[in-house]
């Protein structure tokens, strides 16, 4: 127990260090506009301790992994904390990677958030080492989930740097129908990010302040003369806007003067989560507009054009070939671990080598989604702002497939562990 408190604490460190490294980077890019004629010997030294902030982060971010898969006994990939924990490691270590090849501080202003947020991410979940199930006590788990975790890690830096060329690229200034379309698109990429940011810090909120309303829903099964009744508990960590569907109230606590749900989950929504995934998805949208709009209300503009000036001076065909390169290393390495890899092991654990179970449907989406990418790059030509865009919708549909599929469609997968 003593290693696994340990093992907590260096995520903690590791966390901090991140976000002392996000600090600097935004110093080295930012402060490089008072700095004159030194604008650029004012990125490379601050830009050079923020790299050194980011690479002990690391240090201690491997240190929790190795001493919780000591304590744990067995590798710290199954279930959403583990996961999640290992994927912003590993986005760290190809931001690392990436990082000693280009040598753009720009990128870590981009790269080292996802790497916060996801941690951030991974804490809302249950941090208790849970015993494999059977279908996980194998050494398939380790090169599977490890390999398609590093793919993915490659896709989000592609991500990062593709994002990066279109605030570079993108006219904000301009009032031609393509241009507002594409402000659009990028304005809804920043408002998909702090939807993420406002669900992670509502859920801290109200779990700091020991929120907890429960319910009982009772469930019928079975034919006509054979039927089975089922009763079953489900807890709520955020007030509940949207009750259960056929549900009684056991303890609710008051909130904004909230006695009850404001209405119940629809029939189709029947199982014992489905209500309460339901009810978060709708307080992150709501906390989601909240934040955003202030954020709008402080820059008095939109995000997407509040940040195309610290894109100034950085050469846009340079993010281009650094989204480029970060998919094409991250490709070959998801389909050895999301695909090939995983169908063997399924043929294992399971006997079949494809199911059609919703991960792995996602997981096929994701592969022919980054195969198109590379086909059109190199066949096609789509260079610049084509080949941005599928850069970000693949890691978004990366993401979907990590979280949507994980948490909200039941399927084989679904140990993942939800709370």
């Known amino acids: 127990m003593k290693l696994l408190d340990f093992s907590s604490n260096m995520f903690v460190v590791a966390f901090f260090l991140y976000c002392a490294a996000f600090i600097l980077f935004a110093v080295a890019v930012m402060g490089r506009r008072w700095s004159n004629r030194d ?75 996802i790497t916060i947020i996801i941690m951030a991410y991974a804490a809302v979940f249950p941090q208790e080492v849970q015993p494999l199930i059977p279908s996980l006590q194998s050494y398939w788990l380790k090169i599977h989930v490890t390999l398609a975790a590093a793919g993915e890690s490659f896709f989000a830096i592609g991500f990062a740097a593709g994002f990066m060329y279109l605030i570079r690229t993108v006219d904000f200034k301009s009032k031609e129908k393509k241009a507002k379309k594409q402000q659009r698109w990028v304005e809804v990429i920043f408002f998909s990010i702090i939807l993420v940011i406002s669900f992670i810090a509502t859920v801290f909120i109200f779990r700091s302040g020991g929120y907890e309303s429960v319910f009982t ?9 054979a039927q089975t009744t089922i009763t079953e508990k489900v807890s709520y960590k955020l007030p509940p ?27 189709w929504m029947n199982g014992v989560n489905a209500g309460r995934k339901f009810n978060t998805i709708i307080w992150s949208v709501l906390t989601g507009l909240i934040l955003y709009g202030i954020l709008r209300l402080i820059v008095r503009k939109p995000l997407g054009r509040a940040a195309s000036p610290l894109m100034d001076g ?26 090939i890899f995983a169908m063997i092991w399924a043929q294992i654990a399971w006997g079949i080598f494809w199911s059609w179970d919703p991960k792995e449907v996602w997981a096929l ?4 989604f980054y195969s198109a990418y590379l086909h059109l790059r190199l066949s096609r030509g789509w260079q610049g702002s084509n080949s941005a865009w599928l850069a970000v919708i693949g890691f978004l ?16 997968h679904s140990y993942a562990g939800v709370e």
């Open 241 to 267: 806007i949207v009750g259960p569907y056929h549900s009684k109230i056991e303890s609710y606590e008051p909130f904004l003067g909230m006695s009850k749900p404001l209405f119940n989950a629809p029939s």
């Open 365 to 368: 989406i994701c592969w022919l």
């Open 314 to 339: 950085i050469d846009a065909d340079d993010l281009d070939e650094i989204s480029y390169r970060a998919i094409a290393i991250g490709f070959p390495i998801f389909t050895l671990g999301a695909l």
């Open 39 to 113: 604008s650029e010997a004012h990125m490379k030294k601050w830009g050079g301790i923020a790299f050194l902030g980011s690479s002990l982060g690391l240090i201690f971010h491997l240190i929790f992994f190795v001493t919780r898969w000591i304590g744990g006994e067995h590798i710290p990939v199954s279930n959403m904390y583990e996961f999640m924990s290992f994927l912003s490691m590993m986005v760290m270590v190809a931001f690392t990677v990436v990082y000693l090849i280009y040598r753009k501080t720009l990128l870590g202003l981009f790269a080292v958030p």
């Open 397 to 412: 549909v990366v993401m979907f497939t990590l979280v949507g599929v994980n948490l909200v469609i039941a399927g084989l």
């Open 217 to 225: 829903q009772t469930k019928v099964t079975g034919q006509v003369g």
